[in-house]
């Protein structure tokens, strides 16, 4: 397994906002994150991206502690996107992408800036102030800085929110065919039942902190007798409430 | 350290300044301000009191080496406020730069930002009160190196407070400097202290910088023991500085308040 979590606990005070979850993902492989707002996802993710200290568990990167890697050869391996980040407004799309270019390091960095550009439809806006945007071309920009270092792996945090859905489709188009490409692992977070359907290989579902259930899309819809995914979430997502 | 990291970094807040002519101006204003409203203070002293009568602008030297300290720590402090209002952030804190090439990229900025304003303040004050910064010779450059050292200790202290306490700490942010000011013995000298506050001020680089650039300018006369203290002062508050800073981050990391950390 490239990408191992080991009973991964987080507790801030008295809330245990991760409670010992284990997931593993294959290389070149999407899982997906699933689970109502409050579960325990973005911490998770904050605990692979080094940026929360786990309370307890491990997570092992090829085998290897996350931990026990320096900073900067770990994170030069991996990258974010989410549209609850944002790069800096006053900056134009063009010097956005060299400052990240610089700080990951990437040799050859104008014709990667070009080549991304390129493939993500954002040159015609590149001299463009960040800030200025449309939230369907900040998005494909922040998926650019993203994919700027071909990263390893990929954490994604519902990348399509509140675009509409032909740039939703583009974006998702995108990341699937990057994937197969690139051979990157990716773990993407979604409250979009369709893009989890189409991007993901399995998912698993976390409801309080804790991971409720694991496996394709296909297993845990007929697991739970529903017709689709959205029914299922609904399922377990409500739980006892389901009745109602 | 890699350089190209420090400088990407840097880069960043070198777009932001020269894509915005109100920023450039903004850094120019401020201190041009202080040196017209010390300058005519300074006059007026010169002119009517004993203990300045032989050193035109001391109180203006002293405003502007006051100035170049405020400008080093607010730029500091105002690149890592930058992130949070831009709400970049977890982009900046997941990319693969060494807390140390931060610092260094921080440190490096700041001073650049802080010259942008503190050379044409510094020359307008030659031909317009006659008062001119350079005449303390050498010796400026040591304490303006003392000062840099203090102001970026001040910024890291803050940044810090940034990182243990989010967005709200951003008022203490702009009052840290003033609180220091009256304990730094800036346009008088220390014996004007209580007893007591002197005490607490000699641990300070400030009082050493100021009292030697009197020394300097009343007496023509340089003691680089005291120079040479106020440096290893700084030098001592700045490691301070660097280590709070480490434990911040770390204590952030722990409360998770490096992801989503925003206006």
């Not at chain 1, 284990?22 to 692979?48: A, D, H, Q, W």
């Not at chain 1, 550009?117 to 954002?122: A, W």
């Not at chain 1, 200025?132 to 945090?157: C, H, M, T, W, Y």
């Not at chain 2, 080496?65 to 970049?88: G, K, P, Q, T």
Request: charged share 20%; net charge positive.
């Amino acid at each position: 397994m490239f990408i191992q979590i080991k009973n991964l606990s987080k507790k801030y005070k008295n809330t245990l906002a991760v409670n010992n979850i284990n997931f593993s993902i294959e290389k070149n492989r999407t899982l997906g994150l699933l689970g109502p707002n409050g579960c325990g996802k973005t911490t998770s993710i904050g605990m692979m991206l080094g940026l929360i200290k786990p309370t307890s568990g491990e997570i092992l990167i090829d085998n290897k502690n996350i931990e026990s890697f320096k900073r900067d050869e770990i994170l030069s391996r991996i990258n974010f996107a989410s549209p609850y980040i944002e790069l800096p407004k006053k900056l134009t799309v063009r010097q956005n992408l060299e400052v990240y270019g610089r700080l990951y390091g990437i040799k050859d960095l104008k014709s990667r800036i070009e080549e991304i550009s390129e493939d993500l439809d954002i040159k015609n806006f590149f001299n463009r102030k960040t800030g200025e945007l449309s939230s369907g071309q900040k998005n494909r920009v922040s998926l650019a800085k993203s994919l700027i270092n071909k990263p390893e792996i990929l954490f994604l945090d519902e990348p399509t929110a509140s675009l509409d859905p032909d740039i939703g489709d583009f974006v998702r188009t995108y990341i699937q065919k990057y994937r197969l490409k690139n051979q990157v692992t990716v773990l993407l977070a979604s409250h979009n039942m369709n893009e989890v359907e189409r991007l993901c290989d399995s998912i698993i579902m976390m409801k309080n902190g804790e991971i409720i259930d694991r496996g394709t899309c296909e297993e845990i819809i007929k697991k739970h007798g529903r017709n689709n995914l959205e029914e299922t979430f609904l399922k377990l997502a409500r739980g006892k409430n389901e009745s109602r | 350290m890699n350089l190209g990291k420090i400088y990407a970094l840097a880069l960043r807040h070198l777009y932001l300044i020269s894509n915005s002519l109100p920023r450039i101006i903004d850094l120019i204003y401020w201190p041009t301000v202080q040196i017209f409203l010390w300058g005519f203070i300074s006059k007026f002293f010169t002119l009517n009191s004993d203990y300045y009568s032989n050193t035109v602008g001391i109180i203006l030297t002293a405003a502007i080496l006051y100035d170049f300290l405020f400008r080093v720590s607010i730029s500091f402090n105002m690149m890592f406020l930058e992130e949070i209002w831009s709400r970049n952030f977890t982009n900046l804190f997941i990319a693969p730069i060494r807390l140390s090439e931060m610092i260094a990229s921080l440190t490096f900025t700041a001073i650049l930002r802080a010259l942008i304003g503190m050379v044409p303040a510094a020359i307008i004050a030659i031909p317009l009160f006659g008062v001119s910064v350079f005449e303390l010779g050498l010796p400026l450059l040591f304490l303006l190196l003392s000062l840099y050292l203090f102001g970026v200790t001040l910024g890291l202290l803050v940044t810090s407070g940034l990182l243990r306490f989010g967005p709200s700490f951003e008022n203490i942010a702009w009052a840290s400097l003033f609180f220091l000011a009256p304990l730094g013995c800036i346009y008088y000298p220390l014996e004007i202290l209580p007893i007591s506050l002197q005490f607490i001020a000699k641990g300070l680089p400030l009082v050493h910088i100021f009292e030697e650039m009197r020394n300097i300018l009343l007496n023509d006369a340089v003691n680089y023991f005291d120079i040479f203290k106020a440096i290893s002062i700084s030098i001592l508050y700045f490691v301070l500085g660097v280590i709070i800073f480490y434990a911040s981050f770390y204590g952030a990391k722990v409360r998770g308040t490096l992801i989503n950390m925003g206006e």
